[in-house]
């Protein structure tokens, strides 16, 4: 394990707690830590990611029901990080109404957080890349806000199906601005990917 790998185990493996949820704009924390925020479609596996990254069971709501996280989540990783869990889009049961007033409200944290590091866009690895992703890679793309696709769920594909659905999201991220060009493929159920996450994470952190 290197010096890198071990930090960042260290700070995952400590505190993290829970400490603000959001519903508009008008109550968003103020800015302080570094802050990582995870977004993605209704059900791609967004708390059960926060959950296996901080090895805890339950720190982030996890729902069968699509579009549960109906509030932006802030949770303090050892006073050094911010993780940040944005309600999920593309949910299509929800009111138009309701779905463009959530939609907002993750498109007005995104552009206006200065402490925003990093995003974490995640992809339902069976799915792969949604057209609900792309307007959402379009956005961080003009607002210069720098981000890498984590595919999830990656325990429910056979090794070629893996490897053929790494590709696909590289080849997406290649035509976006702001993306990195490494794609993650993590696996919340078997810890697949955690370490490379946490390490990449970490050294984000103050």
């Known amino acids: 394990m290197t010096d890198a790998q071990e930090a960042a185990r260290k700070l995952f493996a400590g505190p993290c707690d829970f400490v603000w949820g959001a519903t508009s704009p008008q109550n968003f924390p103020p800015d302080g830590l570094n802050e990582v925020a995870f977004?993605?479609?209704?059900?791609?596996?967004?708390?059960?990611?926060?959950?296996?990254?901080?090895?805890?069971?339950?720190?982030?709501?996890?729902?069968?029901?699509?579009?549960?996280?109906?509030?932006?989540?802030?949770?303090?990783l050892g006073a050094r990080?911010?993780?940040?869990?944005?309600?999920?889009?593309?949910?299509?049961?929800?009111?138009?109404?309701?779905?463009?007033?959530?939609?907002?409200?993750?498109?007005?944290?995104?552009?206006?957080r200065s402490r925003l590091?990093?995003?974490?866009?995640?992809?339902?690895?069976?799915?792969?890349?949604?057209?609900?992703?792309?307007?959402?890679?379009?956005?961080?793309?003009?607002?210069a806000v720098s981000y890498g696709l984590?595919?999830?769920k990656g325990d429910e594909l056979k090794p070629a199906q893996r490897d053929a659905a790494l590709a696909a999201a590289a080849q997406e991220a290649g035509k976006h601005t702001a993306a990195l060009a490494e794609?993650?493929?993590?696996?919340?159920?078997?810890?697949?990917?955690?370490e490379g996450l946490r390490t990449h994470l970490a050294a984000l952190a103050e």
Do not use: C, H
């Open 183 to 194: 794609v993650q493929l993590t696996s919340a159920l078997k810890g697949d990917g955690m």
């Open 117 to 143: 590091r990093r995003v974490l866009v995640l992809i339902d690895a069976r799915r792969g890349v949604m057209d609900t992703d792309r307007q959402v890679m379009d956005l961080l793309d003009k607002a």
């Open 150 to 152: 984590v595919l999830t």
């Open 81 to 112: 990080l911010m993780l940040v869990d944005l309600p999920g889009y593309g949910f299509a049961k929800r009111s138009k109404t309701e779905a463009e007033a959530w939609q907002e409200m993750i498109f007005f944290y995104l552009r206006t």
């Open 39 to 76: 977004v993605g479609r209704s059900n791609a596996g967004k708390s059960s990611l926060v959950n296996a990254l901080t090895g805890r069971k339950s720190l982030a709501r996890v729902s069968q029901t699509p579009g549960a996280t109906r509030q932006i989540n802030f949770f303090n």
